[in-house]
């Protein structure tokens, strides 16, 4: 995450185990980065996600894009998630990216873009943080409110 990137582009990243000849899933990519998922998460979503980095003049940021396979409680699942997040999250934080930061606030807020809701927590004042929504069939989780917009305006319309 600390590679300069051309300005407003995302690039898609596949991490392949070499010794299986495979790549990652979500549930591999949580596992080698030691983030601890709520019951019943894999559950709900396909295996198979999108990781991504989105990169603007100032920063590169990481988020990824999961198809939801049963949407019945994957908002609540995520809501319920929020007490936790961050600390769940602090090892591939901590791994990729130069000046981890503790959140600003321990809640978690509402926002908007196209009338789809998302969540919010900010870590700093330059745009980075947790941010998730569901929005249609999938699952989008960034680290910036800049990379989710831009996401949503990617994702078909339902």
């Known amino acids: ?13 596949l991490i392949k185990n070499t010794s299986r000849n ?14 601890a998922v709520p019951d019943n998460f894999y559950d709900k979503i396909d295996n198979d996600f999108t990781l991504f980095v989105y990169a ?10 999961i198809k939801i ?7 609540d699942l995520m809501k319920n998630w929020e007490k936790t997040m961050e600390k769940d999250f602090n090892t591939l934080f901590s791994k990729g990216l130069k000046n981890p930061q503790a959140a600003i606030s321990p809640i978690f807020k509402n926002a908007y873009f196209k009338k789809q809701l998302f969540r919010y927590q ?9 941010c998730y929504g569901v929005v249609g069939d999938y699952l989008i989780f960034t680290t910036s409110g800049k990379s989710m917009l831009k996401i949503i305006d990617l994702i078909p319309s339902q």
């Open 69 to 75: 396979n049963d949407k019945d409680g994957v908002a």
């Open 22 to 35: 495979q790549f990652l899933g979500i549930k591999g990519f949580f596992e080698a980065f030691e983030v």
């Open 122 to 130: 900010t870590f700093a004042k330059n745009d980075f943080g947790i």
């Open 56 to 65: 603007t003049s100032s920063e590169t940021r990481l988020g990824f894009v």
């Open 1 to 13: 995450l600390q590679q300069e990137e051309n300005q407003e582009q995302f690039s898609r990243i």
